[in-house]
């Protein structure tokens, strides 16, 4: 079953063409692992399967739901029902504890009893290391504690699918490793999930699949001990060996 297809997306920005012709499928529980240099187009194509960022050519179907760039806005909601996403920054809301913003969503959008939605979202918490800090607001937590509290928000609302963008980079080093735990943890639990990040060990290990990009194109699309040990382009070489700790 495929969850998350692109067919011949491309995107641009005024003049600027950030991406080209992207074509793949991702198969439901598969993990893909976005990663090339910086400015390659692999935030923006994350951001396409979402829509926070309106493709201009092309077709994205997320769990059977076609989306042209001329969908209207209540195809753009039930798309988002569908997927969830954890960014850079945390974005939690600031007024609410932990519990109150992974449970916000369920109750807000799906209608979900307040009671369920906190048996829900303790549920989550407990997932992700945080019960004991159920209570407390996004400012009493560490930056890896509230990334953990964002993954558990997305959670919540029961996606098809998970997407990662760079969801460490925002880290000190030492909260680096727990996020990443509960992502892995997440893999391994079966979740759909695209996953932008600069963690090339992360990536080798985590990823079914290794999409390398460059210039908002595809340049390699491997499983993952292929396109670490011998990526089948120069570009790929060049990318690893500055990428890689020597």
């Given at each position: ?41 692999k935030?923006t ?7 926070l ?21 209540r ?137 390398f ?34």
């Amino acid at each position: 079953m495929t969850v998350v297809s692109f067919q011949n997306v491309s995107k641009s920005f005024g003049e600027r063409q950030v991406l080209t012709d992207i074509t793949f499928d991702v198969p439901k529980g598969e993990v893909v692992s976005l990663i090339g240099p910086s400015g390659a187009g692999k935030s923006t194509l994350l951001r396409c399967v979402n829509q926070l960022d309106r493709h201009t050519a092309g077709s994205i179907s997320v769990a059977g739901q076609s989306i042209s760039p001329s969908c209207r806005q209540r195809d753009l909601i039930q798309l988002r029902q569908h997927v969830g996403m954890v960014f850079q920054s945390f974005n939690l809301w600031p007024h609410l504890s932990a519990i109150g913003n992974v449970m916000e969503g369920p109750v807000t959008v799906l209608g979900t009893p307040r009671a369920q939605a906190r048996e829900q979202a303790a549920a989550l918490l407990e997932q992700v290391g945080l019960s004991a800090h159920a209570s407390k607001y996004p400012g009493q937590l560490s930056g890896g504690q509230q990334q953990r509290v964002a993954i558990a928000r997305a959670l919540a609302m029961q996606p098809k699918v998970m997407l990662f963008d760079e969801a460490t980079s925002a880290l000190d080093p030492e909260m680096v490793q727990e996020v990443l735990g509960v992502m892995e943890k997440l893999a391994e639990s079966g979740m759909t999930m695209l996953v932008v990040t600069h963690e090339m060990a992360f990536a080798r290990r985590i990823g079914h699949r290794v999409i390398f990009m460059v210039d908002g194109q595809i340049v390699e699309d491997e499983r993952p001990e292929t396109f670490f040990s011998a990526p089948a382009t120069e570009r790929g070489r060049t990318f690893l060996s500055r990428a890689l700790p020597t």
